[in-house]
């Protein structure tokens, strides 16, 4: 099956600076890749995702990147703010029923 | 809101006993999934079912068992309880099949004294 790799497991960055989160995945098949923020105590929620057939996604502050030549794709995070602290969650699927396979979550934490 | 709800939020039980936990969906989504979430840990994926049927299985273990009832709402029933099933539990639910985002419930917190 899909394995996700994710790294950092944990990111400190001062306010104002980028964040990139890296992940990468096993599966060639796969060609969905979302990425969900969890705040404490919260639940996962839906913040950027990508399919295969787009290298690139913005969405104000925050993109994402995908190179399936390589497996991996990556979170970018700029001008970041303490509320952007959380858990982030990379995932992978593919189109066999829509089974996402997550990254173990890397803790952002941005300083103010 | 998601939409989606979940029910109990807490639950305390001790080892050995049987824990039922229940999900809706949002309304129109066919596709109900469980997660399992331990302290520190990331989401791992238990299963999946798609308008009554059971549709992908992952890391669930013998003494966990679901269904999706024909009201679409789901139950993922945990038998024979040990302390390492102390997790927080999440449904969530999808249109269908495919490309289509997970809205994730609130969660159960289920603590095995």
């Known amino acids: 099956g899909e394995n996700v790799e994710q790294h950092p497991s944990t990111l400190s960055v001062q306010e104002g600076d980028s964040a990139v989160i890296k992940c990468t995945y096993s599966?060639?098949?796969?060609?969905?890749f979302p990425w969900y923020k969890q705040e404490l105590g919260k639940r996962p929620q839906l913040i950027i995702d990508?399919?295969?057939?787009?290298g690139e996604k913005k969405d104000q502050r925050i993109a994402v990147t995908l190179n399936k030549t390589a497996k991996h794709f990556s979170l970018h995070i700029t001008e970041t703010q303490p509320e952007d602290s959380a858990v982030y969650f990379c995932?992978?699927?593919?189109?066999?029923?829509?089974?996402?396979?997550f990254g173990t979550g890397t803790s952002l934490t941005v300083i103010p | 809101d998601s939409g989606v709800t979940q029910t109990p939020k807490h639950l305390i039980t001790a080892t050995g006993q049987r824990v039922t936990l229940r999900c809706s969906p949002r309304?129109?989504?066919?596709?109900v999934y469980w997660y399992q979430q331990s302290l520190d840990q990331g989401l791992q994926f238990l299963i999946q079912y798609y308008n009554g049927e059971e549709r992908a299985k992952g890391n669930i273990l013998e003494r966990f068992s679901a269904q999706q009832f024909p009201d679409l709402h789901s139950e993922l029933n945990l038998s024979s309880l040990e302390l390492g099933d102390s997790a927080l539990y999440f449904c969530?639910?999808?249109?269908?099949?495919?490309?289509?985002?997970?809205?994730f419930g609130p969660g159960t917190r289920l603590t095995v004294l």
């Open positions: 969530a639910s999808s249109a269908g099949w495919g490309y289509y985002e997970q809205f």
């Open positions: 309304s129109g989504d066919l596709s």
């Open positions: 599966d060639s098949a796969s060609n969905y």
């Open positions: 990508i399919r295969s057939n787009v």
């Open positions: 995932a992978a699927s593919g189109n066999t029923g829509n089974q996402f396979y």
